[in-house]
Structures are given as structure tokens and as C-alpha cells.
């Protein structure tokens, strides 16, 4: 409960909800400008809060939509194969396994609120857990300009953030994630495709990234994505801009560059790696980093020790 001026009342303590407060203290931690609150009652709600944010992170993805608001500066994505701005005052949304980087686009930083919903709680915020086939949100837009999508969500996000009344936190969220769907969602079929396009995607990526040492079969990445070898490399491109075996390789590189600078025998590296012998490491080494293992090393070190 808050004052006129924000700052908190205090209330009498009720015995029976100290059990709860104590719990969402448990789940809530500071690290730096972040703050990370895990919704009480329920384990698939993660909120974060970041001030003048300058950090930029890597590429990544999420199992949970990942919806927020900027309050403050300007924001970067790379999403979907574009780079993308969002400033304060405008909403975001990425959907489940979109591969995604992002960071400040100002010298200033930025301020913002992530929510972070998997797609079992947004259907149980939207009140879908009873139906028989539950909705599943795709959003085709990742800049949402709507003011009215906006302060839902930002509601929604200082309520669970600041720790409000469950009732109202519950309530609020609810209320954001109708607003979403009504103004922003597309729940077509060719949409509800798409969603089952993205998880594919997001499977093999994972598949390719824990076994990308082995010389697995396109049968195999089928298997793990629930469709056909042709469909599995035609979603696959088209969700990460290269082609299974192209990813393979790049992901083999990679992790040759990590052993590399470590000073281990490059021959030795290729084999580890997944490629046959070093000649063929050497080749895709240089298309992917624009120099040969050994040069790699010999520079690393120079910059190590210089």
C-alpha cells in the first residue's frame, strides 16, 4: 500500500501472511541495477527491473514470452533478423525460443521492466487453464506503440515488482495480458503454426548446441523438432538464418576458438571438436573468424601477455 507522495504505509501484520512475505523476500535478489522478483504464486512469473542499464547481452533465447516496458532511454534488439530500437513509453514482446540480443542504444542507458511468462502461466493469467485447447499468443509485432498496452503492463510490473497485495498483483497481470491479446495478438491458424514453427526451431538449436561434436543424421534433428528432415531444415533456416549444418559448423569454430586460446595442439582441437583432421578445421576456422587456428593463437597470446 503506498502514500500520495509513493512512499509506503505501514499496516498492521497479519500472522497469516507473514509466511508469504518472508517467501517473496526469499525470491528476490539485487545484483547491481537489477532486481529479479519471482511472482509468489506462480513459479513461471519472473519480473526484472533495470536502471540505466548499459551492459549489452549476447545472443540468447527464452522458454517464457519475455514482455516489458521502457521507462526511460532507448533500447536495442537484434530480433527476428532485423535490428530494432524501443524507447520509453513503448512495449515489447518476444515470443517463446526467438533468438535475441539486446542493450542500450544511448550513452545514457536505459531503464526498463521484463516480464518473463511461460506460456503454461499466460494461459493461466488469461484464464485459459479450463479450455480445451488453450491459447497460444503470437505476437507479430516486437515494438508495441499503444499507450494503453503500455500502462496495463507497467502496472502490472510495479505491483508484482514493489511486492503490492497479491490480489492486486494477480489482478493487474490479468488485466495486462487481456490487453494484450485483444490489441496485439494473432491467434490464427497460420499463427498458431508459426508458434509450433518457433519451438521446433528452438528444440534443434538446443539439440545441435549439446551434440554439435557428433555427426548426427538430419533424421535425428527431425526427430527432435516432430517433423520431416525437409521440414525440419526449411524451419530451422528460417528461424536462424543458417542452415543445420552451416550452425553445426559455426558452433564447432566457437568452441575450437575456446580450446585454441587455451593453448591447446590445434590437430588435436579438430578432433574434439567434430571436424576430421586440422586442414578441416583450418578451412572453416578462417571462413567463420577471417584467420587460421594457429594465427588465432599466436595473436591471443600477444594480447594476453601484452
Known amino acids: 500500500m503506498r502514500r500520495a507522495g509513493g512512499g509506503r504505509m505501514s499496516c498492521p501484520r497479519d500472522p497469516k501472511k507473514s509466511s508469504l512475505e518472508l517467501e517473496m523476500r526469499s525470491k528476490s535478489f539485487t545484483k547491481g541495477d537489477n532486481t529479479t522478483v519471482h511472482a509468489v504464486w506462480d513459479k513461471g512469473i519472473t519480473i526484472m527491473r533495470g536502471r540505466k542499464m548499459q551492459r549489452t547481452m549476447e545472443m540468447h533465447s527464452h522458454s517464457t514470452y519475455q514482455i516489458g516496458v521502457v521507462v526511460e532511454g532507448v533500447g536495442r ?67 508495441l506503440n499503444d499507450r494503453v498496452t503500455y500502462d496495463h503492463l507497467l502496472i502490472a510490473c510495479r505491483a508484482i515488482h514493489d511486492g503490492e497485495p497479491l490480489l492486486m498483483q494477480q489482478s493487474a497481470l490479468m488485466a495486462a495480458c487481456r490487453t494484450l491479446r485483444e490489441r496485439h495478438a494473432n491467434e490464427s491458424v497460420a499463427s498458431r503454426k508459426r508458434c509450433a514453427d518457433v519451438r521446433r526451431a528452438a528444440a534443434m538449436r538446443d539439440y545441435l548446441d549439446a551434440n554439435f561434436m557428433l555427426d548426427a543424421p538430419l533424421e535425428s534433428l527431425a526427430r527432435v523438432g516432430g517433423c520431416s528432415p525437409a521440414y525440419a531444415c526449411r524451419v530451422f533456416s528460417a ?17 575450437a576458438r575456446e580450446f585454441v586460446a587455451q593453448g591447446r595442439p590445434v590437430d588435436t582441437v579438430a578432433r574434439a571438436v567434430g571436424f576430421c583432421d586440422q586442414a578441416h578445421l583450418t578451412r572453416h576456422f578462417r571462413r567463420v573468424l577471417g584467420v587460421p587456428p594457429a594465427h588465432y593463437a599466436r595473436k591471443f597470446v600477444q594480447e594476453v601477455v601484452g
Do not use: N
Open 77 to 143: 534488439h537484434w530480433y527476428r533478423h532485423e535490428d530494432r530500437t524501443i524507447g520509453a513509453g513503448q512495449s515489447l514482446s518476444l515470443h517463446p525460443g526467438e533468438l535475441h540480443d539486446g542493450g542500450p542504444a544511448c550513452a545514457s542507458g536505459w531503464s526498463w521492466y521484463f516480464l518473463y511468462i511461460d506460456p503454461a502461466s499466460m494461459q493461466r493469467s488469461l484464464g485459459d487453464g479450463e479450455r480445451a485447447r488453450p491459447t497460444e499468443l503470437y505476437f507479430a509485432e516486437y515494438v
Open 239 to 255: 528461424a536462424w538464418g543458417l542452415a543445420p549444418h552451416q550452425y553445426q559448423i559455426v558452433r564447432r569454430v566457437l568452441r
